[in-house]
């Protein structure tokens, strides 16, 4: 009688203690469910429409907007099918072209098509060494040359071998080439335009001719003639972050350093560095970007990473910082409002949003979560427009959202 007494008495405790566990498990489930379904309702009427390329597993690049209609690079994981797809303002498919790659990367996979750039009648696409010349209004192909790089006014540049070259986007024919000083070599991507045809170009530099890079070189070249301007060591151990132009002035930020270095974008004179208002610089914090005279920035670590800072990019004042959840960011574009996307992190997954922000305040006007595991690219505007893509290659596909600004 004593031994049934006390399994009675065990019991008890037992059976709360499963009732508990089973109350915690419903809610953490809850959670779950409720984190990646729930999105703004409300915000709803911000799609103007969702388009879906149809393509499988094909991973779509930022869109592009040219003379109203879109394009889009997709490129299919593990496949040797690329596509370029151009979308009207109605988001219906104005035409779709085809490249197959016949590269194979190292550690698998093959060479991406992407999107170089435009002229009035023509799209230029690079894949697989590589220019093809295609026709906007239909996407036939017009001419290919070997070649690559980046498109700018006319003309494709591309480095290698110690030589940048220009050459017509349209044929290929070279219209000068610049030797790429011994000891120096330029960064794929870090390249900014100025207004008065100045091509500004991020260079590493090997100072102590030991194979090591140990500075940072910013090089003007002039567009028409590749002659050179003016050239600025811009760093020293540390990186730079990317060059951007502002009101004639290039301005960028070390790593680890809480000011904004400024260079005269037509002499290459070095300005006086603006301090940051209210900012500690921390390892990894070498995120940066200006946009109409706004530079943003975070901190590398800590709570303070979930805030994005707004400065004054003429004086360093501090304007606004906004938080937004410890997220990744992935572009930032401004009009009236600034537009934000980044992701998150969440059990695995990236969770994309947008975020559109008042640049006075640094208050939320609106913002959409797609809600799943989406990634996102960066916001790109048009008119009342933000065109973003946002999905998972591998489950539902990826789409091209037209939102209302």
Same mark, same amino acid.
């Given at each position: 009688?004593?031994?049934?007494?006390?399994?009675?008495?065990?019991?008890?405790?037992?059976?709360?203690?499963?009732?508990?566990?089973?109350?915690?498990?419903?809610?953490?489930?809850?959670? @779950?469910?409720?984190?990646?379904?729930?999105?703004?309702?409300?915000?709803?009427?911000?799609?103007?429409?969702?388009?879906?390329?149809?393509?499988?597993?094909?991973?779509?690049?930022?869109?592009?907007?040219?003379?109203?209609?879109?394009?889009?690079?997709?490129?299919?994981?593990?496949?040797?099918?690329?596509?370029?797809?151009?979308?009207?303002?109605?988001?219906?498919?104005?035409? *779709?072209?085809?490249?197959?790659?016949?590269?194979?990367?190292?550690?698998?996979?093959?060479?991406?098509?992407r999107i170089l750039g435009f002229s009035?009648?023509?799209?230029?696409?690079?894949?697989?060494?590589?220019?093809?010349?295609?026709?906007?209004?239909?996407?036939?192909?017009?001419?290919?040359?070997?070649?690559?790089?980046?498109?700018?006014?006319?003309?494709?540049?591309?480095?290698?071998?110690?030589?940048? *070259?220009?050459?017509?986007?349209?044929?290929?024919?070279?219209k000068w080439q610049f030797i790429i000083?011994?000891?120096?070599?330029?960064?794929?991507?870090?390249?900014?335009?100025?207004?008065?045809?100045?091509?500004?170009? *991020?260079?590493?530099?090997?100072?102590?001719?030991?194979?090591?890079?140990?500075?940072?070189?910013?090089?003007?070249?002039?567009?028409?003639?590749?002659?050179?301007?003016?050239?600025?060591?811009?760093?020293?151990?540390?990186?730079?972050?990317? @060059?951007?132009?502002?009101?004639?002035?290039?301005?960028?930020?070390?790593?680890?350093?809480?000011?904004?270095?400024?260079?005269?974008?037509?002499?290459?004179?070095?300005?006086?560095?603006?301090?940051?208002?209210?900012?500690?610089? /921390?390892?990894?914090?070498?995120?940066?970007?200006?946009?109409?005279?706004?530079?943003?920035?975070?901190?590398?670590?800590?709570?303070? /990473?979930?805030?994005?800072?707004?400065?004054?990019?003429?004086?360093?004042?501090?304007?606004?910082?906004?938080?937004?959840?410890?997220?990744?960011?992935?572009?930032?574009?401004?009009?009236?409002?600034?537009?934000?996307?980044?992701?998150?992190?969440?059990?695995?997954?990236?969770?994309?949003?947008?975020?559109?922000?008042?640049?006075?305040?640094?208050?939320?006007?609106?913002?959409?979560?797609?809600?799943?595991?989406?990634?996102?690219?960066?916001?790109?505007?048009? /008119?009342?427009?933000?065109?973003?893509?946002?999905?998972?290659?591998?489950?539902?596909?990826?789409?091209?959202?037209?939102?209302?600004?």
């Amino acid at each position: 009688m004593e031994n049934e007494t006390q399994n009675i008495n065990t019991a008890k405790p037992r059976r709360l203690l499963d009732f508990l566990i089973l109350i915690i498990f419903i809610a953490v489930t809850l959670t @779950i469910f409720f984190v990646f379904n729930n999105r703004d309702k409300g915000m709803e009427e911000k799609i103007i429409w969702k388009f879906d390329t149809g393509i499988e597993k094909g991973e779509l690049s930022e869109p592009v907007v040219q003379n109203g209609n879109i394009f889009l690079a997709v490129n299919t994981r593990g496949k040797n099918k690329a596509y370029i797809v151009s979308v009207g303002e109605d988001g219906k498919e104005r035409w *779709k072209a085809q490249f197959d790659s016949e590269k194979e990367r190292l550690g698998g996979g093959y060479d991406e098509v992407r999107i170089l750039g435009f002229s009035e009648e023509n799209t230029y696409i690079y894949q697989d060494g590589f220019v093809s010349v295609l026709n906007s209004e239909d996407g036939k192909i017009i001419n290919k040359y070997v070649g690559g790089g980046f498109y700018h006014d006319g003309l494709i540049f591309s480095g290698g071998e110690g030589l940048l *070259k220009a050459v017509n986007a349209d044929d290929g024919s070279q219209k000068w080439q610049f030797i790429i000083p011994e000891r120096t070599w330029a960064f794929q991507g870090q390249y900014t335009y100025g207004n008065n045809n100045l091509l500004y170009i *991020k260079m590493g530099y090997d100072s102590n001719d030991d194979g090591q890079r140990n500075q940072e070189i910013l090089m003007a070249l002039d567009t028409l003639t590749g002659q050179e301007k003016w050239n600025s060591q811009i760093s020293n151990i540390k990186s730079a972050s990317n @060059i951007f132009l502002n009101a004639n002035q290039l301005l960028y930020r070390i790593i680890g350093e809480n000011e904004i270095s400024r260079i005269d974008a037509n002499t290459g004179k070095k300005l006086q560095s603006v301090s940051l208002q209210n900012f500690v610089a /921390e390892f990894g914090s070498d995120w940066f970007y200006v946009n109409k005279g706004i530079a943003f920035a975070r901190r590398g670590t800590g709570r303070e /990473e979930n805030f994005l800072y707004a400065f004054d990019s003429t004086n360093g004042n501090l304007k606004w910082k906004y938080d937004f959840q410890n997220n990744s960011v992935v572009g930032i574009e401004s009009d009236e409002l600034i537009y934000l996307t980044s992701e998150k992190a969440l059990l695995g997954t990236g969770r994309g949003k947008i975020d559109a922000i008042d640049p006075n305040t640094g208050k939320k006007a609106w913002h959409y979560e797609f809600g799943g595991d989406a990634s996102i690219s960066k916001p790109v505007l048009s /008119e009342n427009r933000v065109y973003v893509t946002a999905g998972n290659s591998l489950r539902d596909g990826e789409f091209l959202y037209a939102l209302s600004k």
